[in-house]
């Protein structure tokens, strides 16, 4: 089985920063794809920012410039490193990996996820 643990989430004032973390562990071939979503209260799920096995990146314009995603690949673990959050950031965090695991003797491609860490920018 494999699980994704989210971590460092919190309370901060605008401006602040935070760094997220997210931990793969379990029964698995390999990681693909990472990435982080948000979702608001109200809101659909959006996707933040995202990284390649390569550590190729792409960002939501909302974030640009301000959010920086990294993976340590030798840990199995995805960060986002938040800097001058606003309250507009806030929102429940996700972390998402595309694994391969092992099925029925076949290496397939399956999507999980974290159960999410809370952001709060408030002052």
């Known amino acids: 089985q494999v699980q994704l643990v989210e971590s460092g989430g919190g309370l901060v004032q605008p401006g602040g920063s935070l760094r997220l973390s997210c931990v793969v562990s379990g029964r698995f071939s390999s990681i693909d794809a990472m990435a982080w979503h948000r979702q608001a209260p109200g809101k659909q799920r959006e996707l933040v920012a995202a990284?390649?096995?390569?550590?190729?990146?792409n960002y939501a314009k909302s974030v640009k410039g301000r959010f920086t995603i990294s993976r340590d690949n030798a840990k199995n673990t995805v960060y986002l490193q938040m800097n001058s959050l606003k309250p507009e950031d806030t929102a429940a965090y996700y972390c998402?990996?595309?694994?391969?695991?092992?099925?029925?003797?076949?290496?397939?491609?399956?999507?999980?996820w974290g159960q999410g860490t809370q952001v709060t920018v408030s002052s």
């Open positions: 990284i390649t096995s390569g550590g190729s990146t």
């Open positions: 998402n990996a595309d694994v391969w695991v092992v099925r029925l003797g076949a290496v397939t491609s399956r999507a999980y």
